[in-house]
């Protein structure tokens, strides 16, 4: 049974850094090293300098790995007031207006503390996590004592209560907002404490949708923290919490650039990328392929058979054996781009799919390969951080 909380955050003081899109930026994970150097230019204060730090390679004579810079800005930046805590423990009601497909679409939900679980039962996973993120995030929290990005959850609801109470919760205006590079309105509430909200969620089990590494994360770090000091504010990790059923997230794929190998070549051939997307169906298992073949650019589209979502059936029956280094992104212009520049043998671009869908395979005991999903939009990083010492 999920427990959640209110909790103290750490918000930028928007008198001192001025708009909060020079402040924040997207989940680590998804920036790419232009857009990391964008954001470090963006601001002095960006959050990128605590969630995605500067390498000390990257600045000669500091000497500080980025751990350590990260720590250092956090301290800084707390010290002469651009973060400032709340009054106390509170809910963050969080929103997301946008277009997809056409139509104007809205995302709303709640971030908040929640009490850490092993993996099954109430929290469950639907991708598997790699080694090489896990030890980075851990790093980091060991130097500086706090979430600065919220985990992104998913469940199945209805639960009217919940849905009714942000509504009121979002009448007035944010207590801040953005406009994002895609156009994505993010907008943030600071809401009172109400015992009444951590009693809606009853039974139901989340399901993490961004983040995997991150709460794996939360899992060591509590358990290390834990064997030395007890119980305390590590037992606890900020999360966003939506109700799929009334919200409906957008679940976009990742697509998979292989670096080397050999193409396949079996499927139809189409005339472009645009043919190519449009023809990609999660139900039919259509999946595209962007290669050169006979020093031509060709892009094609095949079927692969079994059951949804065709990224499980994709490693099953095409990558399974396939001795290639794959890269994914979520960009289908981008991977084929990759490919057009000869750095790599061939981009599989895979259909979006649904959090139903990718619920119904977590049901069976199953999990999705790595960077399989790609909910869309995601939470800004730095709207609300929680540290820890504040509990």
Not at 173 to 199: F, I, K, R, Y
Not at 315 to 329: D, I, K, M, N, P
Not at 359 to 387: A, C, I
Request: aromatic share 8%; proline share 8%; glycine share 8%.
């Amino acid at each position: 049974m999920p427990r959640i909380f209110p909790f103290v955050g750490l918000r930028f003081d928007r008198e001192r850094v001025g708009s909060f899109e020079v402040v924040t930026a997207p989940p680590y994970d998804v920036i790419s090293q232009e857009e990391h150097a964008r954001y470090l230019s963006a601001s002095p204060y960006n959050v990128i300098r605590l969630d995605l730090a500067e390498d000390a390679n990257e600045r000669p004579g500091r000497g500080l790995d980025p751990y350590v810079e990260a720590a250092r800005s956090l301290s800084v930046w707390r010290d002469d007031g651009v973060l400032v805590t709340t009054d106390g423990p509170a809910y963050y009601p969080y929103e997301m207006r946008f277009r997809f497909h056409g139509r104007a679409r809205r995302i709303r939900g709640l971030i908040c503390a929640l009490e850490l679980e092993d993996w099954g039962g109430g929290i469950v996973p639907h991708e598997r996590t790699m080694r090489g993120p896990v030890e980075d995030r851990l790093r980091l929290m060991r130097a500086i004592g706090a979430n600065p990005s919220c985990i992104y959850a998913v469940f199945a609801g209805p639960i009217p209560e919940l849905a009714r109470w942000l509504e009121e919760a979002t009448s007035g205006g944010p207590a801040a907002s953005l406009v994002d590079d895609d156009g994505v309105e993010h907008g943030m509430w600071v809401a009172p404490a109400d015992a009444h909200v951590a009693t809606w969620l009853g039974s139901t089990s989340l399901m993490i949708a961004d983040g995997h590494h991150r709460y794996a994360t939360a899992l060591r770090y509590r358990d290390e923290i834990r064997a030395r000091h007890g119980p305390g504010a590590w037992d606890r990790v900020m999360m966003f919490l939506v109700d799929a059923a009334i919200e409906d997230p957008p679940v976009l794929p990742f697509h998979r650039i292989a670096l080397d190998g050999s193409p396949p070549t079996t499927g139809t051939r189409v005339r472009d990328l645009e043919e190519v997307l449009d023809s990609v169906d999660d139900r039919k298992l259509a999946f595209g392929t962007v290669a050169y073949e006979g020093g031509a650019l060709v892009h094609r589209v095949a079927e692969l058979v079994g059951e949804p979502p065709a990224v499980s059936r994709l490693h099953e029956q095409v990558l399974a054996g396939r001795s290639q280094t794959l890269r994914f992104t979520p960009d289908a212009v981008a991977a084929e781009d990759v490919v057009r520049r000869r750095e790599a043998t061939v981009a599989y671009l895979l259909p979006p799919t649904n959090a139903e869908t990718i619920r119904s395979v977590v049901e069976l005991g199953h999990t999705l390969p790595q960077k399989s999903t790609f909910f869309w939009p995601k939470p800004r990083t730095g709207m609300v951080m929680r540290p820890l010492e504040a509990e």
